[in-house]
């Protein structure tokens, strides 16, 4: 993390440096290696001005605050920084874990030869169709069976948030599979 200092109009001391250096490190666990801080410290009249600007891997934070010292300044400063950082992280985080998600939607079914069973051969796989699992309720679920030429659909349950099957019995009645973890 490189950190850069500039005084406007202000005598920048180590005692303001340390402090904000200090401050700065609680940024490190959001921010992506190579980092560059640019902390611009100003006086206006009576106004103690602290802009901050974080540049890394993902993105670029800026905010500027005032105060009547310039310790609140900096302070509130890299707060409102380090907020958007947070939030800047969890986005990213939550989009890694929605893609990971996303790739594991798609559920391979095969179909096994009948004639391979009860005579101690392994069974053969003569078809295999790969199922998106999307989420909707069990009503939804049924019009879909309804609709297909399969006697099961598999779907993710949006109230239990669970894989399960909907299938055609043959009293033309249907059956729910909701596994238990």
């Known amino acids: 993390m490189n950190v850069e200092f500039t005084a406007r109009h202000y005598h920048l001391d180590e005692e303001i440096k340390d402090y904000a250096s200090k401050k700065l490190e609680k940024l490190e666990p959001f921010l992506e290696e190579p980092a560059d801080i640019h902390l611009i410290l100003e006086t ?28 609140d300044a900096v302070h509130a400063v890299i707060g409102k920084v380090e907020k958007q950082a947070r939030r800047s992280r969890k986005k990213y985080m939550d989009q890694r874990r929605r893609a990971d998600r996303q790739v594991n939607d798609n559920w391979p079914v095969e179909v096994l030869e009948s004639q391979t069973f009860g005579r101690g051969e ?4 003569i078809k295999r169709n790969h199922l998106p ?8 679920a049924s019009l879909r069976l309804e609709q297909s030429k399969n006697d099961f659909f598999v779907f993710r349950d949006s109230a239990s948030d669970r894989v399960s099957v909907l299938y055609r019995r043959k009293d033309e009645n249907y059956g729910l599979i909701a596994p238990e973890f």
């Open 44 to 71: 206006e009249k009576i106004r103690q001005i602290a802009e901050l600007i974080v540049s890394h891997r993902h993105g670029v934070f800026q905010a500027t605050e005032e105060a009547e010292d310039m310790r």
């Open 122 to 125: 392994r069974p053969r796989v």
């Open 133 to 140: 699992i999307k989420p909707m309720t069990i009503d939804e």
